[in-house]
């Protein structure tokens, strides 16, 4: 019993996130104050809500790069909207944005689906084709604080039962996606799909309308996270989360959601994405400066990455050992 | 890639086919196809602006696509080979960073050389060694030390720029070996040369082909296939050295965000030459035309003055668009055919 706890990637990522926070907390002890922690989880919010969707993708084989871009253009999109249309009530806003968003992951899905075309490749070219669209649609222009209306930019920060809206959206992001994986097929075909695609088709699983629907929601999640970014930091302009794709991805293999399919929990990108939050809160505070960020995160991959593959190779017949590492 | 998506569809891989002659090989191949794209906006460019034609405007587009091009020849290498390295651009910012911390300490052209080269040869050293001793997946190893290394310079260098390279480092970007044909053109075509014997004229060129195709079938065979792709490894970190010093030198200064963005351009340069992503395929001339291509595209949309990031959503296109046609086209022989 405790040692199968032991080996689950879950607990020792717990554990991990527990003493970090304990180290911080012994030099700082007000980094742990509960509304300092409230405060660290809001700040992760968008990335933990990211992380869910691309964990859906990476669970069927695929991988998602263009979920910032997504973000940034649907945010871009949405101040735009709010520019033009000041009195468009919020809940038009919200489906406005999933909408767009789930459009821009429908594409992804197509592409992947329809053409066969490789996960990566799709992704990268748009990633730089949804950059590209928010210049083109902003002329380049930041849209700023004053020019947004006030219920636009208050939604994410209202408070209700000790957090803000944001904080209790990726909360029932997360409660969504735990049902969504364990309680309704489609969840449990994403499985499928990654684990073993020839096994999927042979009990009628259509790999490719999985993998499209994992981008539709990896899209439209990225969508809701774009309004709610916009609107929380009051402005939107072509750069927005550059480079957040990364640390998305980061979250999923940290959390030990593996790159090769088929294998990763709910509970353990949201520990990813929390890890990778309070890294981010923490540095400040213990007086690193911020340009350190990339380096830990990138560290921080490739630590997990290769903890991931150590504990957790397949333990078929070996006929010849180093076929396994050929693979 | 261990990523790459299917093993329930049919990969991109093709045997070679076996036609009559190289002529008739090549009347029907990428290649041409992509010679006359080339020629094509060629042609345009020269009507989009009457001084696109003067000898020393084409010598200067040439740095539009020579040092992404070097890189292009290794990575083309390594993707046949059914691996990627998503961490080149920050190669290129590492070492740019480690040559200028140099200069600051007052070394001279031929140590910064030194300098570029054993960084790039390093970080490598440090990708191959992840994904061959461990047997992890390049994508996501690279994915990490993309963020790694660029978090390095940004370590070093925060929001400051290094200066004050020395006066004859700026040969390498800047520098004319004959009349108008830059150092820079040469060093490309010379590599290309070179990749071009490693990949189609020996054994280790062979290998890499294998690997790409059946990595346990050319285990079996008696390749050693963890040492050829550390020597990928290795030599797409070489070329991104050498790219960084072209880049530096051409620029005259290192900052944190040099060279953002152009794995992307990498891997489209390969990708657009007739690469299989897939792995398994490809060939070094047509990275080549591939690199003359979008080196005239993007000097082209210089010409007509359209900003750097819509050139970018063209780049995005033209990415998954040269990948969707050959399928789009046997789809439709195949419904032709039914």
Known sequence: MIRSLMKSREMILAAAILLLTAAIAYRFPAFVAPSNLARVFNDTAPLIILALGQMAVILTRCIDLSVAANLALTGMVVAMLNVAMPGLPIPVVLVVAIGLGALMGLANGLLVWKLDIPPIVVTLGTMTIYRGIIFVISGGEWINAHEMSDTFKAFPRQVGLGLPVLSWIAILVVAGFAVLVSRTALGRAFYAVGGNPHAAVYTGINVGFTQCAAYVFSGALAGLAGYLWVARYAVAYVDIAAGFELEVVAACVIGGISIAGGVGSVGGALLGALFLGIVKNALPVVNISPFWQLAISGSAIIIAVAFNATSSRAKGRVILKKAEHAL | ?338
């Open chain 2, 1 to 338: 890639m261990s990523l790459a998506s299917t093993d329930t569809k049919a990969t991109g891989r093709q045997l070679p086919d076996r036609l009559k002659t190289p002529l008739h090989r090549f009347l029907i191949s990428w290649e041409l196809l992509l010679l006359c794209v080339a020629v094509a906006v060629f042609i345009l460019n020269s009507f989009a602006s009457p001084y696109f034609l003067d000898p020393w405007n084409l010598s200067d587009a040439t740095f539009n696509f020579t040092e992404k091009a070097m890189i292009a020849f290794a990575m083309a290498l390594l993707i046949i080979s059914g691996e990627i390295d998503l961490s080149v651009a920050s190669i290129i910012a590492l070492t740019s960073t480690a040559m200028g911390f140099a200069v600051q300490m007052g070394a001279d052209t031929p140590l910064l050389v030194l300098i570029g080269l054993c960084v790039g040869l390093a970080c490598g050293a440090f990708n191959g060694l992840l994904v061959t001793g461990f047997g992890l997946p390049s994508i996501v190893v690279t994915i990490g030390t993309m963020s790694l290394f660029r978090g390095i310079s940004y370590i070093v260098l925060g929001d400051k720029a290094y200066t004050g390279y020395p006066s004859n480092f700026a040969f390498f970007g800047q520098g004319y070996v004959w009349w108008v044909i830059s150092f820079e053109f040469v060093l490309f075509a010379l590599l290309a040369v070179l990749f071009a014997v490693i990949l189609h004229r020996t054994n280790f060129g062979r290998a890499v082909f294998v690997i790409g195709n059946n990595p346990v079938g050319a285990l079996f065979s008696g390749i050693q296939v963890a040492r050829v792709k550390f020597t990928l490894f290795l030599l797409t970190g070489v070329m991104s050295g050498v790219a960084a010093i072209c880049l530096t030198s051409r620029l005259g200064a290192t900052r944190p965000s040099i060279a953002f963005g152009w794995e992307l351009e990498v891997v489209t340069m390969v990708v657009l030459g007739g690469v299989s992503i897939l792995g398994g395929s490809g060939s070094i001339p047509g990275v080549v035309i591939a690199a003359f291509v979008m080196g005239m595209v993007t000097f082209g949309f210089g010409l007509l003055n359209v900003p750097g990031i819509v050139m970018s959503i063209f780049i995005g296109l033209l990415l998954i668009a040269v990948i969707a046609l050959p399928r789009v086209a046997r789809q439709l022989l195949a419904r032709r055919k039914a």
